[in-house]
């Protein structure tokens, strides 16, 4: 994997460190509980672990590590520049334009690594860096995937609503957020929402950067599976309540998870195969769409492409036979509504 480096002036540092599944069997992990406030074998304590034997983070004196606590935006951009830039580099860095930022204060040198590599806007598009406000979650995003070259217009073909609260995708924050769904680094909550303007704690911004790393490692195509199953489960149970805008909503974010597995391990037929898979449902719920505003030919066609994708998902991975099944008979079922829905007789006028 190539390593990013950021600039400084004619400087460059180098990086110094890098429910049962349809698809892949859920491999646990085990951890020691590294800080007494976080419990042994959660998703946290395997990220805080990674990352403070990364040298990226670390806890307070009393061996808690308080992932509770907010972070504020000097302390977001400290973890992300600091594993990018050697200490000499960093101590180049004196002065800078902001106007909120005096010589003296610790996080000076971070934030302008930031400016000069374009992972923050500086003058005169932003004259003041706002360190001490709560940093949001798509704001650490942005500036994770800015500070690795990620390009932003990855998967741009892609420009559907993902969420209630995630629905417009001329939102300066979607393109990083629909990175963040296929790269796993974060997924819809309970309540059906991708926060992108929550403000982040200790917990979140150690999940968010290690899933990131874990990714670019290739070591996130089981959660990026399972995370499709999930949003496929989503989209049957939207269905079943004829809540069509959340089951929109849920084949999206399944076709985005699949497409970053797909790009992690794009030689492997179970993952072509369950990209296929979320391609069908994506086709079911747009026929469903069709059929509920009387595009009834529409509908037939959208059902016979589901039923086609699936089938195609069963020749790459015979494993998936039994989904394939599904999704062939709700195909059917949506296409034998939509010919008897044509077929009938228009109303009598009053």
Known sequence: M?????????CSGTLLVAATTLFFPVVSFAQSATFKDIPAGTPL??????????????GYADGTFRPNNKVNRAEAIKIIIAPLLKAD????????PFSDVKAGDWYLPYVEAARQNSIVDGPPAKTAFLGTQAVKKMEFVKMLLLAYRVDPNSYSEIRLPL????????????????YALTSSMTMVS???LL??????????????????????????????LSEAESEIIIVLGMLEANNLEQAEYASARALLAARGANASAPDTELVQGAL???????????????????????????SGEAWNLAARAQELSPTLAKLTEQ????????ADSARAAKAAPAPAKP
């Open 89 to 96: 580099a960093l101590g180049q860095l004196k002065t800078t």
């Open 276 to 302: 296929k898979i979320t391609e069908s449902f994506r086709a079911i719920v747009r026929a469903y769409r069709a059929g509920v505003e009387k595009q009834f030919d529409e509908s037939i066609r959208l």
């Open 163 to 178: 969420s209630s609260d995630a629905a417009d995708s001329a939102a300066w924050y979607y393109p990083y957020l629909r």
């Open 190 to 192: 309970k309540d059906g």
């Open 45 to 58: 304590a395997e990220a805080v672990t990674f990352l403070q034997s990364q040298g990226i983070i670390a």
């Open 327 to 334: 999704v062939q008979g709700l195909s059917k079922k949506l």
């Open 195 to 224: 926060e992108p303007a929550r403000e982040l704690t200790r917990g979140d911004t150690a999940l968010l950067l290690h899933r990131f790393l874990m990714y670019r490692a290739s070591r996130r195509t089981q959660a990026l």
């Open 2 to 10: 190539k390593k990013p480096s950021l600039t400084i002036g004619r």
